[in-house]
């Protein structure tokens, strides 16, 4: 891949893909790299959250059709213990 893809949606993150927290479209921005993936939140100012995955660490990109109830997404499987277990983006017109 070469230069960045970017993308505008929602995000779910937590412990697991059924728990956690979730922020609607179009509060989370994607950001692909050769080098590394990168989801920004931001809700009105109020919840600020950067989330970033290494190449390196990341075990599975899936997309999923359904990944956010009717939209098509991203499903992140990745091994950095530093960042949520499940990080699952999602967009109405995925690219």
């Known amino acids: 891949m070469r230069g960045c893809h970017r993308e505008t949606g929602g995000l779910r993150w ?13 509060f989370a ?3 692909v790299t ?8 931001n809700v009105l ?18 997309f999923r059709p359904r ?3 009717l939209c098509g997404g991203l499903v992140l ?3 950095d213990p530093t960042q949520p ?3 699952i983006f999602w967009t109405f017109k995925p690219r």
């Open 67 to 69: 990944a956010g109830g």
């Open 29 to 31: 921005q994607l950001r």
């Open 34 to 41: 050769p080098e590394q993936i990168t989801i920004q939140l």
């Open 14 to 26: 937590g412990r697991s893909h059924g728990g956690g927290w979730n922020a609607t479209w179009p």
């Open 45 to 62: 100012g109020v919840v600020r959250r950067t989330f970033t995955v290494a190449a390196g660490d990341l075990r599975q990109l899936e």
């Open 77 to 79: 499987l990745h091994s």
């Open 85 to 87: 277990a499940a990080l």
